[in-house]
C-alpha cells in the first residue's frame, strides 16, 4: 500500500544522511586542519578526535543498527515467524508471467488459497501454514514479480493479477476453494469477482478479505486528502523514477534496512501486540523484493477500482479489519461488507499487519466462516471442519 513505501522513503533518506554524516565526519578528522603553534612559532597540524569517533560511530549505526533499533520497537517472541519455503513449483500466469506456487498443510476442511499483501511475498503465511494448515490444505502463492514468481512491467497491473488468481486457482485441482486475501491480495480477488464472476460463482466457495480496500488506497488511508492532492505532481513521478532507477532504489533500501531505518517505517504497518521476528519478517520481505516492482504496483493501485464488486457475487464473504488500520481504515472494510452484505469481524488493537499480530483471532474467525458455509456452497470439497464457533460480527 503506498502509505508504507512512502515512510519508507523518508526513512531510508534519514538512514543515507547518518551514513553521509558519518563520511563526513571521518573524512574532515583525516583532513584536519592548521592551527598556530602554543609557542606562536608556525602551524600545528591537529585532527579531532570525536570527529573520528563520532563518524565510526555513525557508520557502525548505519550497518548495525536494526540489532538496536527492532527490540526498541517490538516485543519478544513466544512463537517467532519466519521466511520458510516448502516445496513448490513454478506455473505459467497472465502477461508472461511466471508463477510460484507452493501446496501446504492438510486435513479435510475446504482448501483455502493464501494472496499476500504489496511488497511481501508466500512466506509471510508461516502462522497460517502452521495453525490453519492443520485442518484445511492451502495453497499459497507469490504475486509476479514478488518473492519467486517473475513477470514483465507490463503485467504489474490488478487485472492481470486477477487473471493469475485465476490460473492458481484452477491449477489447484480443486473443484471449489476459499479464496483469502490480505491488503493488495484481497483487491485482486475483488478484481477477479469485477470481471470473471461467473468464474468464481462455479469456483469459489468463499472469500475472507483482509485489512483491504475497495478502490485507490489513498482513497482510504490516513491523511487521504493530502495524498490525494499529492497524487499526481508527487507520488506519480517519485515511483515512476523508483522504477527507473532501480539499482540505486535497491541499495539505498538495503542499508536503510540495515540501519533499522527500514524497521522504523514499517513499524506503522501494525499495532500494539508486533513482535520483533513479524517486524523482521516483513521488513526482509519489502527490503528484498524489487523496488521497481513495488513502485509500478502502487502505480497500478492509484488507477484502480472494485467498488460493488461484491454486490452480485452470490458467494459468502467474510471481512476482517483491524480498528487501528492506517493504511485501510477501518472505514474500507465497513463499506465493502455493507455493498457485498458480508459479515465483517473487527480484531481490535491492531494494525494493517493484524493477521499477524493476532493470527489467532484471525484464523478462528477463518475457521468459523469456513465451517458454516452452506453446503451447497461446499459440493466437491472434503467433509466439513468442525465449528470453532459464531463469528463476531
Do not use: C
Request: net charge negative.
Amino acid at each position: 500500500m503506498p502509505l508504507l513505501p512512502l515512510l519508507k522513503i523518508v526513512f531510508a533518506l534519514l538512514s543515507l544522511l547518518i551514513l553521509a554524516a558519518a563520511g563526513y565526519l571521518v573524512w574532515t578528522w583525516w583532513d584536519g586542519y592548521l592551527i598556530p603553534a602554543a609557542d606562536g612559532q608556525g602551524l600545528v597540524f591537529v585532527r579531532d578526535g570525536w570527529r573520528l569517533w563520532t563518524g565510526l560511530g555513525l557508520f557502525a549505526w548505519s550497518l548495525l543498527g536494526r540489532v538496536v533499533v527492532t527490540p526498541l520497537l517490538a516485543r519478544g517472541d513466544t512463537d517467532p515467524t519466519t521466511p520458510r519455503r516448502e516445496a513448490g513449483v513454478e506455473i505459467a500466469g497472465a502477461a508472461d508471467a511466471r508463477l510460484y506456487v507452493e501446496r501446504r498443510g492438510g486435513g479435510d476442511g475446504l482448501p483455502l488459497v493464501l494472496t499476500h499483501g504489496w511488497g511481501l511475498d508466500s512466506t509471510i503465511w508461516d502462522y497460517a501454514s502452521r495453525d490453519l494448515g492443520q485442518t484445511h490444505p492451502l495453497i499459497v502463492w507469490d504475486l509476479p514479480g514478488l518473492g519467486r514468481s517473475r513477470v514483465k512491467p507490463a503485467g504489474v497491473t490488478l487485472p492481470a493479477f486477477a487473471r493469475d488468481l485465476r490460473r492458481v486457482i484452477e491449477h489447484s485441482g480443486q473443484p471449489r476453494v476459499v479464496l483469502v486475501g490480505h491488503s493488495i491480495g484481497g483487491m485482486t480477488i475483488q478484481t477477479l469477482v469485477r470481471d470473471d464472476p461467473g468464474f468464481v460463482r462455479d469456483h469459489v466457495a468463499g472469500i475472507v478479505l483482509i485489512n483491504t480496500t475497495y478502490t485507490n488506497p489513498l482513497r482510504t488511508m490516513i491523511f487521504s486528502p493530502l495524498l490525494l492532492a499529492l497524487q499526481k505532481p508527487v507520488l506519480e513521478p517519485l515511483f515512476n523514477v523508483m522504477a527507473w532507477l532501480q539499482p540505486l532504489a535497491w541499495l539505498s533500501a538495503w542499508q536503510s534496512y540495515l540501519s533499522g531505518s527500514a524497521h522504523m517505517a514499517n513499524r506503522f504497518g501494525f499495532g500494539r501486540f508486533v513482535t520483533r521476528s513479524q517486524l523482521e519478517h516483513t521488513t526482509l520481505l519489502a527490503t528484498r523484493n524489487p523496488p521497481g516492482v513495488q513502485a509500478r504496483g502502487n502505480l497500478a493501485m492509484f488507477h484502480w477500482d472494485a467498488t460493488g464488486a461484491l454486490a452480485d457475487v452470490g458467494v459468502p464473504v467474510l471481512v476482517l479489519g483491524g480498528d487501528l488500520d492506517l493504511i485501510t481504515k477501518l472505514e474500507a472494510s465497513r463499506d465493502i461488507a455493507a455493498v457485498g452484505a458480508a459479515d465483517i469481524q473487527v480484531i481490535e488493537g491492531v494494525n494493517h499487519m493484524g493477521f499477524l499480530e493476532r493470527s489467532d483471532l484471525y484464523h478462528a474467525a477463518i475457521e468459523t466462516f469456513t465451517a458454516r458455509l452452506d453446503p451447497e456452497t461446499r459440493s466437491g470439497a472434503t467433509t466439513v471442519a468442525s465449528d470453532t464457533g459464531e463469528a463476531a460480527a
